[in-house]
Nanobody, 119 residues
Framework: QVQLVESGGGLAQPGGSLRLSCAAS????????MSWARQAPGKGLEWVSG????????YYADSVKGRFTISRDNAKNTVYLQMNSLKPEDTALYYC????????????WGQGTQVTVSS
C-alpha cells in the first residue's frame, strides 16, 4: 500500500534551518510529482512547494520562495524540503503528498511532521 512518512521536523530559532524528508513506498515514486503543504494552528491547509516526477521543475508558494528548496532522490524514493531563514509564521504541521495527475490532485498524504519556529 502507498505510504508517505515525513520526518525532520522540530524546533528551530528564527533565521534557522530545518530539512524535512518524506520517504515513499508502495508505488513507483519516480512516476509521480510530489508536493509539500502545511497547516498552521487555527488555519487552513496551505500548499508550499511541488516538484515534477523527474525533478526537472519545482514550484513554490510566494510565502516561501527564496527560502525553501524542494528536491527529490528517486533512487531513495524520498522528497526533501530544505527550509532556510525560518520565520515564526512557518510554524505548522508539514505534510507531503502524492500528486496523482501532476496538476494538484493529491491522493495520498503523510501523517505530517511538526515544525515550530520560536526563540
Amino acid at each position: 500500500q502507498v505510504q508517505l512518512v515525513e520526518s525532520g521536523g522540530g524546533l528551530a530559532q528564527p533565521g534557522g534551518s530545518l530539512r524535512l524528508s518524506c520517504a515513499a513506498s508502495g508505488f513507483t515514486f519516480s512516476s509521480y510529482a510530489m508536493s509539500w503543504a502545511r497547516q498552521a494552528p487555527g488555519k487552513g491547509l496551505e500548499w508550499v512547494s511541488g516538484i515534477y516526477s523527474d525533478g526537472s521543475d519545482t514550484y513554490y508558494a510566494d510565502s516561501v520562495k527564496g527560502r525553501f528548496t524542494i528536491s527529490r532522490d528517486n533512487a531513495k524514493n524520498t522528497v526533501y524540503l530544505q527550509m532556510n531563514s525560518l520565520k515564526p509564521e512557518d510554524t505548522a504541521l508539514y505534510y507531503c503528498a502524492r500528486d496523482l495527475t501532476g496538476w494538484g490532485e493529491y491522493d495520498y498524504w503523510g501523517q505530517g511532521t511538526q515544525v515550530t519556529v520560536s526563540s
